[in-house]
């Protein structure tokens, strides 16, 4: 057995994510930044919640990404108690932590939950997290692109040079 290998451990969660649903999918992703004492597998919910994280750890600022942190209690706008789990829980290089939530622009728009992050963040223990944001998939660069699959952007840069010019000799050959 190699002496300098180790498995990813587990990265800490609150709640498990549902085996089965028609709304999500199950991605899982493994933080190998080299800031971390073990490299950890974050399993996340949705292909947003990916995205979102490729942007996270791009960040020299962020040391550590919690996925599903434990929920926080907020009162609505009637007075009721609720909660909310978000989706990340940044620990940042000065110290500071930062809640992250992720949803598509539509649900946003449609929930209102902006002014519901508005409520959260008014009430949320800042022992919990000093400030919340909230990532859509209009803060997506470009969805077609991920970092972390480099034959995606070899096939984007090929579509950017154009089709190369093949001779009919050569397209036999490649035939």
Partial sequence: MNPFFSYPVMGPASRTIPSRSKASSRVQVVD????????TVL??????????YDQLIANPDVLEIQAQ?????????LGKLKSHTFDFL???????RVAVAVRPLERVRKW???QTLELIAQQMPRSFAASIL???DADVPRPEIVPHAPATLLIERAR????PAVSPAHRMMLA
Avoid at 32 to 39: A, D, E, F, I, N
Avoid at 69 to 77: E, S, T
Avoid at 160 to 163: D, I, K, M, N, V
């Fill in 112 to 114: 209102r939950f902006d």
């Fill in 69 to 77: 942190p434990p929920k926080v209690q907020y009162f609505d706008g």
């Fill in 32 to 39: 190998t930044r080299p800031c971390l004492k073990h490299h």
């Fill in 90 to 96: 940044l620990s940042m290089r000065d110290r500071k």
């Fill in 160 to 163: 950017e040079l154009g089709a």
């Fill in 43 to 52: 399993r996340l919910e949705s292909g947003l919640e990916a995205a979102c």
């Fill in 134 to 136: 909230l990532f859509t």
